[in-house]
């Protein structure tokens, strides 16, 4: 379903099959667009970005607060068998407040402004804080689906900005404290931070803006994927990595 030829050997069908699908629905989603199918695109598509960039500071004041227990947060190889390849170092990180659709509650209350903001975006999938440890790279890769678009919020952005940078089918881009980058994660892009600070954002994906029989599909689509060991595993993982995080935040008030 994702582009990891090399993925988990246990479940090759899964990616089989979901590699035919997805080529197909990919199809029908950038037929069905109401906006532009482009790497990167503006935030005028997407109005509700404006009110969450109001708060970013607050948002920034709650990364920071869950950064304390950084080792406590998951590398996203970890969580999710399937990102093996994309976060080969374990130096990306992601806490997730919502995934897929579904709702980590305890990471929400200890993110209790973000979560609020996130419960006001239109077709909301997922939602997490991404950090990205000095150093890091994520290498080449697309998302699960055309369906879906990425919005990446600046929230502790290296000084060194421009060596942080991400690229989108060849275009460069860099984030910014408070403003949006927003891309299509369908087509290739890569990541680094080849910067001595870690690099944090929050990363929401939405549902692409799309005609009724596109929506129809790609909904159906969204459902298939949220069942599958694809959203399964890593929702197994949360439990183990709960554990971990509420022991690094009771030995804080030791």
Same mark, same amino acid.
């Given at each position: !379903?994702?582009?990891?030829?090399?993925? %988990? $050997?246990?479940? =090759? +069908? *899964?990616?089989?099959?979901?590699?035919?699908?997805?080529?197909? *629905?990919?199809? &029908?989603? /950038?037929?069905?667009?109401?906006? =532009?199918?482009? %790497? *990167?695109?503006? $935030?005028?598509?997407?109005?509700? /970005?404006?009110? #969450?960039? $109001?708060? +970013?500071?607050?948002?920034?004041?709650?990364?920071?607060?869950? #950064?304390?227990?950084?080792?406590? #947060?998951? =590398?996203?190889?970890? @969580?999710?068998?399937?990102?093996r390849n994309t976060g080969r170092d374990?130096? +990306?990180?992601?806490?997730? @407040? #919502?995934?897929?659709?579904?709702?980590? %509650?305890?990471?929400?209350?200890?993110?209790?402004? /973000?979560?609020?903001? !996130?419960? /006001?975006? =239109?077709?909301?999938?997922?939602?997490?804080?991404? &950090?990205?440890?000095?150093?890091?790279? *994520?290498p080449p890769h697309r998302g699960v689906t055309r369906g879906l678009i990425t919005c990446h919020l600046g929230v502790n952005i290296p000084k060194d900005a421009s060596n942080c940078w991400i690229e989108v089918e060849g275009q460069r881009a860099h984030w910014k404290d408070g403003e949006w980058l927003i891309f299509d994660d369908c087509f290739v892009h890569q990541v680094a931070n080849e910067t001595e600070e870690m690099r944090v954002i929050l990363l929401v994906q939405v549902k692409r803006p799309m005609r009724f029989f596109g929506k129809l599909v790609h909904d159906a689509w969204l459902w298939a994927i949220r069942k599958s060991p694809f959203v399964q595993d890593a929702r197994k993982n949360f439990d183990k990595w709960e554990e971990a995080f509420a022991t690094a935040e009771a030995n804080e008030k030791v």
């Open positions: !379903m994702q582009d990891y030829e090399k993925g %988990p $050997e246990t479940r =090759p +069908w *899964i990616i089989r099959v979901g590699s035919k699908l997805r080529s197909r *629905i990919d199809r &029908i989603s /950038t037929a069905s667009s109401k906006i =532009p199918v482009e %790497p *990167i695109l503006s $935030e005028e598509h997407f109005a509700w /970005t404006r009110e #969450i960039a $109001e708060h +970013w500071e607050e948002i920034a004041a709650e990364a920071e607060a869950v #950064i304390k227990h950084r080792d406590a #947060i998951p =590398p996203l190889r970890e @969580l999710s068998p399937d990102h374990g130096k +990306w990180r992601s806490f997730f @407040l #919502i995934g897929y659709g579904y709702k980590v %509650p305890e990471n929400c209350a200890r993110a209790p402004k /973000t979560a609020a903001l !996130m419960e /006001t975006v =239109p077709d909301l999938n997922s939602a997490f804080f991404s &950090i990205l440890d000095p150093g890091a790279t *994520i």
